[in-house]
C-alpha cells in the first residue's frame, strides 16, 4: 500500500509504531523550538523558535519543506498561531510582544506588532468574534493577564486578570481554557468573553504544562511536569504518559513532563510528547494507548498535526526542563514530519467507553 511521502506504508505492531518515514524539515531553527502551528487552509507550518524568528515552511505531498516566509522579534518567540482563513501568521515572545505577518501583502520578512503585555507573552491564539467577518486575537502573559485584540487598534478592547502567570492557553470555537502557575485552570465561555465560566485546580498534582481542548469543544486535556495528562469533562481520573520504572529499581519512576498535547482533527483522539523524546497517540474516551513510538533521541517541545490529520510534526529541541546548564551546541534540534497512517490515529473498534 502506498504512503503519504511516497513510497510503501510503513508496518507497524498493534502497539508500537514506526518512525523510519518521518522525514527531518529542510533548514529548521537554530535555536531550541518553543511551538509548532499548521495552516487551516494549507500544508504551511509555522515555527517559533528561541532564536527570535518564526519561520513559515511549505510541504509537499512527498515530505520535501521550503522555507517560504520569516520574521523577527526581539527576544524568543514562545508562540505561534495562525487565523482561520490561512493568510495571517502571529508570534509572541519574551519581548513582550504580539508580531503578526500578513501573508496577503506579498511580503516574505514584514511584520507589524498587534499586542504588548508587561511581561513575557507565553501563549497567542486567534479568535472569531460573531457577527464580524474580522478575527481578533487573544494573548495569555506571565503579567497574570489575559487581552483580547482587534488587530486594527493599538490598545487592547478587553482583558482577564488571572490568578497567577499564564503558562498555557487554548481556544476550540467558544471554549478557551488559561492554564497558569499554581495550577489554576480557567474555563472561558468567548460568548462572554471578559468573565470566567469556571476556575477550577488541576487535578494533576504538579505544575501545568500545556492544556488543549477536544476538537468538539466539550472539554479539554491537561498536562503536567509529572508526566501525566488529564482529560476534564470526560474523564476524572488521569493517563500516566511519560513515566517509566528503571530496572532493578523498584519503587522507582523516572518522570518527564508533558511538553505538548494535541488533537486529531478528524478523529478526536490525540497525541502526547514530552521530555522523555516519545510521542504516543491515545484515545481519550476509551482511556486507551493507540500506539506508542520509540525515543527520538532528545526532547519533543512541541507537536501538531496538520488540517486533516495525514501529518504529525514533532520538534526535536532543548526544552529548558533541566535548565540552562544542560543545553548545548549537540543536543538536537530539528523537526520531523510523520506521515499518520489510517489505523495510528483511529478509535478501535468496539472499545468500551469508560
Known amino acids: 500500500m502506498s504512503g503519504l511521502f511516497g513510497g510503501s506504508a510503513a508496518t507497524t505492531t498493534p502497539t508500537q509504531g514506526d518512525l523510519s518515514k518521518d522525514i527531518a524539515l529542510t533548514a529548521p531553527p537554530d535555536d531550541s523550538i518553543s511551538d509548532?502551528?499548521?495552516?487551516?487552509?494549507?500544508?504551511?507550518?509555522?515555527?517559533?523558535?528561541?532564536?527570535?524568528?518564526?519561520?513559515?515552511?511549505?510541504?509537499?505531498?512527498?515530505?520535501?519543506?521550503?522555507?517560504?516566509?520569516?520574521?523577527?522579534?526581539?527576544?524568543?518567540?514562545?508562540?505561534?498561531?495562525?487565523?482561520?482563513?490561512?493568510?495571517?501568521?502571529?508570534?509572541?515572545?519574551?519581548?513582550?510582544?504580539?508580531?503578526?505577518?500578513?501573508?496577503?501583502?506579498?511580503?516574505?520578512?514584514?511584520?507589524?506588532?498587534?499586542?504588548?503585555?508587561?511581561?513575557?507573552?507565553?501563549?497567542?491564539?486567534?479568535?472569531?468574534?460573531?457577527?464580524?467577518?474580522?478575527?481578533?486575537?487573544?494573548?495569555?502573559?506571565?503579567?497574570?493577564?489575559?487581552?483580547?485584540?482587534?488587530?486594527?487598534?493599538?490598545?487592547?478592547?478587553?482583558?482577564?486578570?488571572?490568578?497567577?502567570?499564564?503558562?498555557?492557553?487554548?481556544?476550540?470555537?467558544?471554549?478557551?481554557?488559561?492554564?497558569?502557575?499554581?495550577?489554576?485552570?480557567?474555563?472561558?465561555?468567548?460568548?462572554?468573553?471578559?468573565?470566567?465560566?469556571?476556575?477550577?485546580?488541576?487535578?494533576?498534582?504538579?505544575?501545568?504544562?500545556?492544556?488543549?481542548?477536544?476538537?468538539?469543544?466539550?472539554?479539554?486535556?491537561?498536562g503536567s511536569i509529572e508526566g501525566r495528562c488529564a482529560m476534564q469533562y470526560v474523564e476524572d481520573k488521569d493517563h500516566e504518559c511519560h513515566r517509566e520504572n528503571p530496572p532493578n529499581q523498584r519503587g522507582t519512576a523516572n518522570v518527564y513532563s508533558v511538553n505538548s498535547i494535541s488533537f486529531h482533527p478528524v478523529y478526536g483522539t490525540f497525541s502526547t510528547a514530552g521530555s522523555d523524546g516519545t510521542f504516543h497517540y491515545w484515545d481519550k474516551d476509551a482511556k486507551h494507548r493507540l500506539k506508542g513510538y520509540p525515543a527520538v533521541g532528545g526532547a519533543i517541545s512541541a507537536s501538531t498535526f496538520n488540517r486533516n490529520g495525514s501529518i504529525f510534526a514533532y520538534a526535536v529541541s532543548y526544552d529548558w526542563s533541566k535548565g540552562f546548564s544542560q543545553n548545548n551546541a549537540q543536543y538536537p534540534n530539528k523537526v520531523m514530519l510523520h506521515p499518520v497512517l489510517a489505523d495510528e490515529c483511529k478509535p478501535k473498534p468496539g472499545a468500551k467507553k469508560r
Open 36 to 222: 509548532l502551528s499548521f495552516s487551516p487552509q494549507s500544508d504551511h507550518l509555522a515555527i517559533a523558535s528561541w532564536d527570535k524568528k518564526v519561520r513559515i515552511y511549505e510541504i509537499n505531498s512527498n515530505g520535501e519543506s521550503s522555507g517560504k516566509a520569516l520574521f523577527e522579534h526581539e527576544a524568543p518567540v514562545l508562540s505561534v498561531h495562525w487565523s482561520k482563513d490561512g493568510t495571517k501568521v502571529v508570534g509572541g515572545g519574551a519581548d513582550k510582544a504580539a508580531r503578526m505577518m500578513d501573508l496577503g501583502s506579498g511580503s516574505t520578512t514584514t511584520s507589524q506588532q498587534v499586542a504588548a503585555h508587561d511581561q513575557p507573552i507565553r501563549a497567542v491564539r486567534f479568535i472569531d468574534v460573531p457577527n464580524s467577518n474580522q478575527p481578533m486575537l487573544v494573548t495569555g502573559s506571565w503579567d497574570r493577564t489575559v487581552k483580547y485584540w482587534d488587530l486594527r487598534s493599538p490598545n487592547p478592547v478587553a482583558s482577564l486578570e488571572c490568578q497567577e502567570r499564564v503558562y498555557t492557553l487554548d481556544v476550540r470555537d467558544k471554549l478557551m481554557v488559561i492554564g497558569t502557575a499554581e495550577r489554576f485552570i480557567n474555563v472561558v465561555n468567548l460568548n462572554e468573553p471578559q468573565k470566567f465560566y469556571k476556575t477550577i485546580q488541576s487535578p494533576l498534582k504538579w505544575q501545568t504544562r500545556v492544556v488543549s481542548c477536544f476538537t468538539d469543544a466539550t472539554g479539554f486535556a491537561v
